[in-house]
Protein backbone atom coordinates (compact mmCIF):
# COMPACT_ATOMS: atom_id res chain seq x y z
CA UNK A 1 0.00 0.00 0.00
CA UNK A 2 0.99 3.67 -0.68
CA UNK A 3 0.95 6.90 1.62
CA UNK A 4 -2.33 8.58 1.14
CA UNK A 5 -2.10 12.49 0.00
CA UNK A 6 -5.01 14.52 0.98
CA UNK A 7 -5.84 17.66 -0.63
CA UNK A 8 -8.86 19.59 -2.09
CA UNK A 9 -9.25 22.76 -4.52
CA UNK A 10 -11.33 24.38 -1.91
CA UNK A 11 -8.21 24.92 0.40
CA UNK A 12 -6.70 27.01 -2.60
CA UNK A 13 -9.95 29.50 -2.20
CA UNK A 14 -9.07 30.69 1.66
CA UNK A 15 -7.48 33.78 0.01
CA UNK A 16 -5.86 36.13 2.85
CA UNK A 17 -5.02 40.18 1.67
CA UNK A 18 -1.69 40.85 -0.72
CA UNK A 19 1.49 40.36 1.60
CA UNK A 20 -0.03 37.95 4.39
CA UNK A 21 2.12 34.96 4.86
CA UNK A 22 -0.38 32.43 5.33
CA UNK A 23 -1.10 32.67 0.77
CA UNK A 24 -2.75 30.24 -1.77
CA UNK A 25 0.90 30.28 -3.16
CA UNK A 26 2.11 28.26 -0.05
CA UNK A 27 -0.31 25.06 -0.73
CA UNK A 28 0.22 25.64 -4.78
CA UNK A 29 4.22 25.17 -4.23
CA UNK A 30 3.70 22.20 -2.15
CA UNK A 31 1.67 20.30 -4.11
CA UNK A 32 3.85 20.84 -7.15
CA UNK A 33 6.43 19.33 -5.25
CA UNK A 34 4.73 16.65 -4.67
CA UNK A 35 3.65 15.78 -7.83
CA UNK A 36 6.39 13.66 -8.86
CA UNK A 37 5.81 11.47 -5.46
CA UNK A 38 4.04 7.60 -6.16
CA UNK A 39 1.30 8.36 -3.99
CA UNK A 40 -2.10 7.62 -3.03
CA UNK A 41 -4.62 11.04 -4.15
CA UNK A 42 -7.27 10.95 -2.21
CA UNK A 43 -9.92 14.14 -2.61
CA UNK A 44 -10.63 15.56 0.96
CA UNK A 45 -14.27 15.33 1.94
CA UNK A 46 -15.83 18.22 3.61
CA UNK A 47 -15.68 17.56 7.65
CA UNK A 48 -19.70 16.78 8.56
CA UNK A 49 -20.86 19.23 11.84
CA UNK A 50 -20.49 16.69 14.22
CA UNK A 51 -16.60 16.08 13.40
CA UNK A 52 -16.20 20.26 14.31
CA UNK A 53 -18.50 19.46 17.12
CA UNK A 54 -15.83 17.31 18.61
CA UNK A 55 -13.22 19.67 19.51
CA UNK A 56 -14.94 22.94 19.23
CA UNK A 57 -18.75 24.11 20.73
CA UNK A 58 -22.01 24.78 18.04
CA UNK A 59 -21.88 28.22 19.33
CA UNK A 60 -18.33 29.09 17.74
CA UNK A 61 -19.27 27.08 14.44
CA UNK A 62 -22.15 29.43 14.42
CA UNK A 63 -20.30 32.44 15.11
CA UNK A 64 -17.96 31.86 12.16
CA UNK A 65 -20.65 31.18 9.28
CA UNK A 66 -22.37 34.39 10.23
CA UNK A 67 -18.82 36.32 9.87
CA UNK A 68 -18.48 34.93 6.90
CA UNK A 69 -18.31 37.63 4.36
CA UNK A 70 -20.26 37.44 0.79
CA UNK A 71 -17.27 39.45 -0.87
CA UNK A 72 -13.46 40.30 0.17
CA UNK A 73 -12.01 39.21 3.03
CA UNK A 74 -13.39 40.61 7.16
CA UNK A 75 -10.30 40.22 9.80
CA UNK A 76 -10.83 37.85 12.25
CA UNK A 77 -7.79 39.43 14.58
CA UNK A 78 -5.10 40.87 13.29
CA UNK A 79 -3.29 37.84 11.81
CA UNK A 80 -6.03 35.72 11.26
CA UNK A 81 -8.75 36.50 8.00
CA UNK A 82 -11.89 35.03 6.63
CA UNK A 83 -13.06 34.98 3.13
CA UNK A 84 -15.87 33.64 1.07
CA UNK A 85 -13.75 30.36 0.41
CA UNK A 86 -12.05 30.52 3.86
CA UNK A 87 -15.23 28.17 5.21
CA UNK A 88 -15.32 25.58 2.68
CA UNK A 89 -11.66 25.72 2.51
CA UNK A 90 -11.28 24.73 6.87
CA UNK A 91 -13.81 22.05 6.44
CA UNK A 92 -12.24 20.43 3.56
CA UNK A 93 -8.62 20.43 5.76
CA UNK A 94 -11.23 19.10 8.38
CA UNK A 95 -12.19 16.02 6.41
CA UNK A 96 -8.92 15.35 5.18
CA UNK A 97 -7.91 14.67 9.05
CA UNK A 98 -11.08 12.88 9.92
CA UNK A 99 -10.44 11.05 6.17
CA UNK A 100 -6.78 10.25 6.41
CA UNK A 101 -7.51 8.43 10.41
CA UNK A 102 -10.16 6.32 8.94
CA UNK A 103 -7.82 5.45 5.96
CA UNK A 104 -4.59 4.59 8.10
CA UNK A 105 -6.69 2.95 11.03
CA UNK A 106 -8.73 1.00 8.11
CA UNK A 107 -6.09 -0.38 6.43
CA UNK A 108 -6.52 1.49 2.81
CA UNK A 109 -3.12 3.19 3.67
CA UNK A 110 0.11 2.67 5.50
CA UNK A 111 0.39 6.50 6.41
CA UNK A 112 -0.79 10.08 5.01
CA UNK A 113 -0.43 13.55 4.87
CA UNK A 114 -2.74 16.11 4.67
CA UNK A 115 -2.12 19.18 1.94
CA UNK A 116 -4.26 21.50 3.64
CA UNK A 117 -4.94 25.18 4.07
CA UNK A 118 -5.92 27.12 6.46
CA UNK A 119 -3.65 25.40 9.27
CA UNK A 120 -5.51 24.34 12.28
CA UNK A 121 -3.02 24.33 15.60
CA UNK A 122 -3.47 27.71 16.78
CA UNK A 123 -7.47 27.16 17.19
CA UNK A 124 -8.89 26.98 20.45
CA UNK A 125 -12.11 25.90 21.68
CA UNK A 126 -13.88 29.14 20.97
CA UNK A 127 -11.09 31.36 19.29
CA UNK A 128 -9.94 31.30 15.78
CA UNK A 129 -6.54 33.02 15.96
CA UNK A 130 -2.70 32.41 14.74
CA UNK A 131 -4.12 31.57 10.84
CA UNK A 132 -6.15 28.36 11.72
CA UNK A 133 -9.95 27.79 12.50
CA UNK A 134 -10.25 24.62 13.47
CA UNK A 135 -8.57 22.16 15.65
CA UNK A 136 -7.44 19.81 12.64
CA UNK A 137 -4.84 17.77 14.62
CA UNK A 138 -6.96 17.30 17.71
CA UNK A 139 -10.12 16.39 16.10
CA UNK A 140 -8.17 13.93 14.64
CA UNK A 141 -7.41 12.46 17.89
CA UNK A 142 -10.88 12.75 18.89
CA UNK A 143 -11.92 11.06 15.89
CA UNK A 144 -9.44 7.82 16.30
CA UNK A 145 -10.49 8.13 20.44
CA UNK A 146 -14.39 8.55 19.61
CA UNK A 147 -15.48 6.73 16.54
CA UNK A 148 -12.82 4.09 16.07
CA UNK A 149 -12.28 3.54 19.67
CA UNK A 150 -8.62 3.92 20.18
CA UNK A 151 -7.35 4.21 23.74
CA UNK A 152 -4.15 5.83 23.11
CA UNK A 153 -3.24 8.36 20.75
CA UNK A 154 -0.24 10.67 20.43
CA UNK A 155 0.18 14.11 18.74
CA UNK A 156 3.86 15.03 17.62
CA UNK A 157 3.39 18.95 16.70
CA UNK A 158 7.22 20.48 15.17
CA UNK A 159 5.86 23.93 13.75
CA UNK A 160 8.04 26.54 15.14
CA UNK A 161 5.03 28.16 16.57
CA UNK A 162 3.44 26.63 20.23
CA UNK A 163 0.19 24.63 19.12
CA UNK A 164 -1.47 26.28 21.88
CA UNK A 165 -4.89 25.49 20.17
CA UNK A 166 -4.35 21.57 20.07
CA UNK A 167 -2.96 21.91 23.65
CA UNK A 168 -5.85 23.87 24.37
CA UNK A 169 -8.24 21.32 23.07
CA UNK A 170 -6.82 18.22 24.24
CA UNK A 171 -5.45 19.70 27.56
CA UNK A 172 -8.29 17.25 29.75
CA UNK A 173 -7.81 14.58 27.51
CA UNK A 174 -6.31 11.48 29.55
CA UNK A 175 -6.39 9.38 26.10
CA UNK A 176 -4.15 11.53 24.46
CA UNK A 177 -0.12 12.81 24.96
CA UNK A 178 0.56 16.18 23.27
CA UNK A 179 4.17 16.62 22.77
CA UNK A 180 5.05 20.11 21.49
CA UNK A 181 8.41 21.58 20.32
CA UNK A 182 8.11 25.25 19.85
CA UNK A 183 10.89 28.60 20.05
CA UNK A 184 10.29 30.28 22.72
CA UNK A 185 9.69 33.09 23.04
CA UNK A 186 7.60 33.65 19.95
CA UNK A 187 4.16 33.90 18.93
CA UNK A 188 1.25 32.84 20.76
CA UNK A 189 3.67 33.46 23.66
CA UNK A 190 2.33 29.73 25.38
CA UNK A 191 4.54 26.50 25.31
CA UNK A 192 6.62 26.38 28.73
CA UNK A 193 7.79 23.35 29.79
CA UNK A 194 5.65 23.62 32.85
CA UNK A 195 2.44 23.78 30.81
CA UNK A 196 1.76 19.96 31.41
CA UNK A 197 -1.75 19.46 31.19
CA UNK A 198 -4.46 18.30 33.20
CA UNK A 199 -3.35 14.51 33.16
CA UNK A 200 0.54 15.45 32.71
CA UNK A 201 -0.81 14.81 29.10
CA UNK A 202 1.47 17.35 27.67
CA UNK A 203 5.04 17.51 27.16
CA UNK A 204 6.58 21.11 25.81
CA UNK A 205 9.47 21.04 24.45
CA UNK A 206 11.06 24.69 24.37
CA UNK A 207 14.03 25.84 21.74
CA UNK A 208 15.95 28.92 21.99
CA UNK A 209 15.91 31.22 19.13
CA UNK A 210 18.64 30.64 16.90
CA UNK A 211 18.91 26.86 18.07
CA UNK A 212 19.71 24.54 15.14
CA UNK A 213 18.52 21.20 14.40
CA UNK A 214 21.13 19.11 16.06
CA UNK A 215 19.83 21.12 19.23
CA UNK A 216 15.82 20.08 18.12
CA UNK A 217 17.72 16.51 17.64
CA UNK A 218 19.29 15.97 21.16
CA UNK A 219 15.81 17.07 23.20
CA UNK A 220 13.85 14.73 21.07
CA UNK A 221 16.07 11.80 22.04
CA UNK A 222 16.20 13.26 25.02
CA UNK A 223 12.30 13.83 26.45
CA UNK A 224 9.94 13.34 23.23
CA UNK A 225 11.00 9.57 22.09
CA UNK A 226 11.05 8.20 25.48
CA UNK A 227 8.00 9.54 26.65
CA UNK A 228 6.20 8.63 23.10
CA UNK A 229 7.73 4.66 23.81
CA UNK A 230 6.54 5.45 27.13
CA UNK A 231 3.08 6.20 26.63
CA UNK A 232 2.54 3.50 23.63
CA UNK A 233 0.10 5.39 21.39
CA UNK A 234 -2.07 3.35 19.01
CA UNK A 235 -1.89 6.43 16.29
CA UNK A 236 0.43 9.42 16.15
CA UNK A 237 -1.08 12.44 14.49
CA UNK A 238 1.92 14.81 13.90
CA UNK A 239 1.33 18.48 13.06
CA UNK A 240 3.80 19.11 10.56
CA UNK A 241 4.69 22.81 10.24
CA UNK A 242 8.13 23.72 8.28
CA UNK A 243 8.92 27.10 9.87
CA UNK A 244 11.36 26.11 11.92
CA UNK A 245 13.58 26.00 8.46
CA UNK A 246 16.61 28.08 8.60
CA UNK A 247 15.31 30.28 5.65
CA UNK A 248 11.61 30.37 7.18
CA UNK A 249 10.95 34.72 7.73
CA UNK A 250 8.83 34.14 10.90
CA UNK A 251 10.79 32.54 13.44
CA UNK A 252 14.62 32.22 14.09
CA UNK A 253 15.42 28.84 14.12
CA UNK A 254 18.23 27.02 11.72
CA UNK A 255 16.54 23.44 10.83
CA UNK A 256 17.64 22.47 7.69
CA UNK A 257 15.16 20.23 5.01
CA UNK A 258 17.23 16.97 6.32
CA UNK A 259 16.21 17.69 9.75
CA UNK A 260 12.68 17.70 9.10
CA UNK A 261 13.31 14.44 7.49
CA UNK A 262 15.19 12.92 10.35
CA UNK A 263 12.28 13.70 12.56
CA UNK A 264 9.76 12.45 10.51
CA UNK A 265 11.93 9.21 9.89
CA UNK A 266 12.33 8.97 13.82
CA UNK A 267 8.69 9.15 14.09
CA UNK A 268 7.90 6.38 11.59
CA UNK A 269 10.39 4.39 12.86
CA UNK A 270 8.41 4.65 16.70
CA UNK A 271 5.31 4.57 14.87
CA UNK A 272 6.45 1.13 13.48
CA UNK A 273 7.86 0.03 16.79
CA UNK A 274 4.30 0.97 18.68
CA UNK A 275 1.68 1.35 16.08
CA UNK A 276 2.05 -0.89 13.16
CA UNK A 277 3.30 2.46 11.44
CA UNK A 278 0.01 4.26 12.10
CA UNK A 279 1.05 7.91 11.26
CA UNK A 280 -1.50 10.82 10.22
CA UNK A 281 0.56 13.89 9.31
CA UNK A 282 -1.38 17.38 8.68
CA UNK A 283 -0.19 20.64 7.48
CA UNK A 284 0.93 23.76 9.30
CA UNK A 285 3.07 26.40 9.35
CA UNK A 286 5.87 27.06 6.87
CA UNK A 287 6.34 30.64 5.23
CA UNK A 288 8.91 30.20 2.85
CA UNK A 289 7.60 28.95 -0.08
CA UNK A 290 10.84 26.95 -1.45
CA UNK A 291 12.00 25.81 1.85
CA UNK A 292 7.96 25.13 2.82
CA UNK A 293 8.08 22.87 -0.37
CA UNK A 294 11.18 21.44 -0.20
CA UNK A 295 10.87 19.78 3.48
CA UNK A 296 7.08 18.99 2.91
CA UNK A 297 8.38 16.92 -0.05
CA UNK A 298 11.09 15.36 2.29
CA UNK A 299 8.22 14.70 5.08
CA UNK A 300 6.47 12.85 2.84
CA UNK A 301 9.01 10.97 0.92
CA UNK A 302 10.13 9.59 4.40
CA UNK A 303 6.43 8.51 5.14
CA UNK A 304 6.71 7.03 1.38
CA UNK A 305 9.73 4.75 2.47
CA UNK A 306 8.05 3.88 5.92
CA UNK A 307 5.26 2.52 3.89
CA UNK A 308 7.40 0.58 1.98
Same mark, same amino acid.
Given at each position: ?????????????????? $??????????? =?? !? +? /??????? &? %????LAA???????????????????????????????????????????RGA??????????????????????????????????? $??????????? =?? !? +? /??????? &? %???????????????????????????????????????????????????????????????????????????????????????? $????????????????????????????????????????????????????????????????????
Open positions: MKTAVLTHADCLNHVTPD $GHPEQVARLEH =VL !H +A /LESLDVQ &R %VTAPDDDILRVHPASYLAGLRAALPAKNARAVDSDTWLSPGSLDAAFGAAVRAVDMVLGGEAPNAFCAIRPPGHHAERETAM $GFCFFGNAALA =VK !H +A /LDHHGLS &R %VAVVDFDVHHGNGTQDLLWDEPRALTITSQQVPLFPGTGKAEETGAYDNVLNIPLPPGSDGAHMRAEYERLAFPRLRAFAPELIVVSA $GFDAHQDDPLAQLNWSTEDFAWLTRNICDLAEELCEGRVVSTMEGGYDLQALAASAKAHVEELMKAAE
